[in-house]
């Protein structure tokens, strides 16, 4: 019995996981959940484990917890594919919206999986926002309130927001494009105009807020109403 | 007689760089300088065009030390410019924070920069050693500071809660509670490290040159949050005139300005306020300043360490006195995260708190958009750099054949201390040609 990872074919065992598989012949796939502790059944837990099962005519990328996932003969498998990546990442991502932030550059314990794989998957911070505790109407942005929390890198533990103040950006612009896309057209759709939101962002961020200005020109945020 | 030439780059146990310098040949004196070497800042060019929410953020950035201070004379500014009313309550967390704040500043500049040089030592860690029990004491005050500024503001140093109109976040009867206990627990320990200092004084000189002394009065409390600015020449001048006090010239020795008013030079600060407003502190601060022989009108501005210690035990009575007002009326709710509606009007506005070291003013003038178009922030270091150069010319001569030059330099650094100078933030804006 065979499957192809990346490519090469390895020899496997009916009931063998892919995870294991891949193990055994040094293919690296990150876990969070998997550990000399954990012998017993597999809790496929954290899903950093993802690999898609090539197939062919395949609509939808056929994504997999890979310790979970029986080897069947011949099936393909990619640890590396740009759709496993994203996924891998975004996973991440979430796994880290309830952590305390700026995981990347913590040396707390010096020799920690999940400050290596934001390192690995380039997590540059997730927004204020998921830190921020008001929801609803303690929202400044739903009150008509400039507050910079969408685009603003973490780490803070929301001080200002918590303390009944928007957020000024004083940790800097977010570094992770696509966090930071999202977070302006979150200001967009509420309401708030391209000079609102840099004029609140020279305040502490007066360098970034350059490319801050050129990433928005770049993807015709706020754009709105020029047309009108 | 032996040539003195005293050259001391910079004076340590403050904040920023000052320069002393003595320079006498046989006996007499050529010069004697208070350098301010400190870089200029812009701090009233930063806040230009900037909106009205924004400038107290901005200027609480000034100083490390008295950020609530400049926060709140920045918001005072803004508020007298719109006509922002603030409600009562409001007012006396205001002033509890400047307590805070006031406790903070003082507690570090006579426990860890000017209690070094009564017992001797270069700094504060060899008096962890010598006095572990004092220094704790000390440090126990230090942290009561920070928790009323925490409790008040948000934070211990650049308030975050304090904004134009009131408070965007409250502090719960709880923490008031809390914190009242600790006041109260905090006054034996007061008057211990009051003894613990009495026992030192000895070592503070004894130097007297007569001067003004300028601070805010207030008809019925010891002013520190508003009032009208008073001097003991006499003459009350309402703060929208503080100009006409502060008379800011430039000399060539110093990036910071000079003031002087009635006099060659003035001088701001604890000393100055308890000389005006003596008879207004609370009666336990009282009794520590007759402890000390501190009586208004005290020339003495070595003494300005014992009025700042003075002004430490004012704070936590009435810290417990404004604590006691709030809770027997209960704190009246506002909204989650408040933030009041105000229409931005055109105008000019001046606010003047007594923060730590002196009197301190800001002035905005904003346009109809609430953009501001011009400021000026006078700060009380850069009031006080003319007396200290005056004081260090009737010291010097009279040190000359009596002191070694080593005791001369302690003794001008001590003065200099004693002014708790924060040097760089008084170099505000300025149009010097450096030559």
């Known amino acids: 019995m065979k499957i192809v990872i990346d490519g090469e074919e390895y020899p496997c065992e009916p009931g063998q996981k892919v995870y294991d598989v891949a193990q055994e012949n040094d293919i690296y796939i990150p876990t969070l959940c998997l550990n000399e502790l954990n012998t017993g059944e597999r809790p496929a837990g954290c899903r950093m484990c993802l690999v898609e099962i090539v197939e062919e ?155 801050l200005e050129e990433l928005i020109d770049e993807n015709d945020i706020f754009n709105k109403e020029v047309q009108e | 007689m032996k040539d003195i030439n005293i050259d001391v780059k910079h004076v340590t146990r403050v904040e920023g760089h000052g320069n002393i310098i003595v320079d006498a040949k046989q006996g007499k004196l050529d010069e004697v300088l208070w350098e301010v070497s400190e870089a ?159 026992e030192l004084s000895p070592a503070l000189p004894d130097f007297e040159r007569e001067t003004e002394f300028i601070s805010l009065t207030h008809d019925d409390e010891y002013a520190f949050y508003g009032g009208k600015i008073a001097s003991t020449d006499g003459g009350i001048t309402p703060v929208d005139d503080y100009l006409s006090v502060t008379n800011e010239y430039v000399v060539p020795q110093s990036t910071a300005k000079y003031t002087k008013n009635n006099r060659e030079s003035y001088m701001v600060g604890a000393l100055a306020r308890l000389n005006n407003n003596f008879d207004q502190l609370t009666p336990l601060a009282k009794e520590v300043a007759e402890d000390f022989d501190l009586s208004p009108v005290c020339h003495n501005p070595y003494m300005n360490t014992i009025a700042q210690l003075v002004e430490v035990v004012h704070s936590v009575e009435d810290s417990l006195q404004l604590i006691n007002e709030l809770l027997d009326k209960g704190i009246e709710e506002q909204g989650l995260n408040y933030q009041p509606d105000i229409e931005p009007k055109a105008g000019t506005g001046v606010g003047a708190v007594e923060v730590p070291r002196g009197i301190l003013f800001h002035e905005y003038t904003y346009d109809e958009e609430g953009r501001c178009t011009k400021a000026n922030c006078i700060i009380p270091t850069n009031q006080n750099h003319g007396n200290i150069q005056h004081d260090m010319e009737k010291l010097v001569p009279e040190m000359i054949g009596e002191k070694s030059e080593d005791e001369m330099e302690l003794t001008l650094e001590m003065l200099v201390r004693a002014y708790d100078p924060c040097i760089s933030c008084s170099t505000h804006y300025l149009d010097v040609e450096f030559r």
């Open chain 1, 57 to 211: 005519n395949n609509e939808e990328p056929n994504l997999e917890s890979s310790c979970s996932l029986p080897v069947s003969d011949g099936m393909e498998i990619s640890t590396k594919s740009r759709v496993v990546y994203d996924e891998r990442r975004e996973v991440l991502e979430l796994l880290l919206s309830e952590h305390q932030q700026d995981c990347r550059n913590c040396g707390i314990s010096g020799d920690c999986k999940f400050s290596d794989l934001s390192f690995e998957y380039d997590i540059d911070g997730v927004s204020v926002c998921s830190e921020c505790p008001n929801r609803k109407d303690g929202c400044f942005l739903s009150r008509g309130i400039i507050c910079l929390g969408p685009i603003t890198h973490s780490g803070c533990n929301a001080f200002c927001t918590r303390n009944g103040d928007p957020c000024e950006s004083c940790f800097g612009i977010l570094k992770n494009k696509d966090v930071l896309l999202f977070g302006l057209k979150d200001l967009d759709e509420k309401g708030f105009t391209r000079e609102e939101i840099l004029e609140a962002g020279k305040v502490f961020s007066y360098e970034e807020t350059k490319s």
């Open chain 2, 40 to 198: 200029p800042r812009y701090f009233e060019a930063f806040v230009k065009d900037k909106p009205f929410t924004q400038l107290a953020q901005i200027t609480s950035r000034i100083c490390g030390i008295c950020s609530i201070g400049h926060a709140l004379t920045s918001l005072r500014a803004t508020e007298n410019a719109m006509d922002i009313e603030v409600s009562g309550q409001d007012e006396k967390l205001r002033k509890l924070a400047l307590h805070g704040e006031n406790m903070q500043s003082h507690v570090l500049h006579v426990g860890y920069l000017a209690l070094p040089d009564l017992v001797g030592q270069g700094s504060v860690i060899p008096l962890a050693s010598s006095h572990p029990e004092e220094l704790k004491k000390v440090i126990s005050l230090h942290k009561l500071a920070n928790e009323i500024s925490r409790v008040t503001c948000g934070r211990t140093t650049h308030p975050r809660r304090l904004i134009p109109g009131g408070f965007s976040k409250l502090p719960s009867p709880l923490e008031l509670e809390k914190l009242k206990t600790k006041l109260e627990e905090s006054v034996p320990v007061l008057k211990e490290v009051a003894s613990f200092v009495k």
